[in-house]
T-cell receptor
Framework: AQSVTQLGSHVSVSEGALVLLRCNYSSSVPPYLFWYVQYPNQGLQLLLKYTSAATLVKGINGFEAEFKKSETSFHLTKPSAHMSDAAEYFCAVIAAAGNKLTFGGGTRVLVKP | EPEVTQTPSHQVTQMGQEVILRCVPISNHLYFYWYRQILGQKVEFLVSFYNNEISEKSEIFDDQFSVERPDGSNFTLKIRSTKLEDSAMYFC??????????????FGPGTRLTVL
């Protein structure tokens, strides 16, 4: 069985500061990993995904994530937060050849001016 | 850019009533899904659908739930007799290929179901 843990249900950052959202997973088989973002009153939008190619994955809006197998982590970062980054972020895992996403609890990001 | 659409955006119903939530997946996609998120909880997988049949379902997806692709464009989730605990945001998603083969699931904006 797979599971995803996101540390911190809420994160507050200042505009221009580093955004770091933590995600740890457990999976009995090599996983594929995803970060989705949900803006208010909108659906889940894919930010980036890891599918066993490069361990450092670049996504949209300046976000990137690094897959670290030894730490079973897939943390999401952005060097400089923008007001428009205020949203909820979800980490998700799927087993290779599987088809259902298992989500973490989500982290809501607040960006202060 | 193609997107998944869902109707209605908000549905209010009385306990015991049947509801149908509708989704229009992206047109060339072959795999369809329903997820739900109860307020304050994680997004949970309900069911996946491929080639006109359910390919996988969770333990949540009991006999009260059913899915259908009645025509070439719509994908529906029916709850036969709603319960209070069915109140949640329901997300439809679609993908061109298996997510576990590198495919991406694209999500709709959700339908908020409130059961009174």
């Amino acid at each position: 069985a797979q599971s995803v843990t996101q540390l911190g249900s809420h994160v507050s950052v200042s505009e221009g500061a580093l955004v770091l959202l933590r995600c740890n997973y457990s999976s009995s088989v090599p996983p594929y990993l995803f970060w989705y973002v949900q803006y208010p009153n909108q659906g889940l939008q894919l930010l980036l995904k890891y599918t066993s190619a490069a361990t450092l994955v670049k996504g949209i809006n300046g976000f990137e994530a690094e897959f670290k197998k030894s730490e079973t982590s897939f943390h999401l970062t952005k060097p400089s937060a923008h007001m428009s980054d205020a949203a909820e972020y979800f980490c998700a895992v799927i087993a290779a050849a599987g088809n259902k996403l298992t989500f973490g609890g989500g982290t809501r990001v607040l960006v202060k001016p | 850019e193609p997107e998944v659409t869902q109707t209605p955006s908000h549905q209010v119903t009385q306990m015991g009533q049947e509801v149908i939530l509708r989704c229009v997946p992206i047109s060339n996609h072959l795999y369809f899904y329903w997820y739900r998120q109860i307020l304050g909880q994680k997004v949970e997988f309900l069911v996946s659908f491929y080639n006109n049949e359910i390919s996988e379902k969770s333990e949540i997806f009991d006999d009260q739930f059913s899915v259908e692709r009645p025509d070439g464009s719509n994908f529906t989730l029916k709850i036969r007799s709603t319960k209070l605990e069915d109140s949640a945001m329901y997300f439809c998603a679609s993908s061109e290929s298996l997510a576990g083969a590198g495919g991406t699931q694209y999500f709709g904006p959700g339908t908020r179901l409130t059961v009174l």
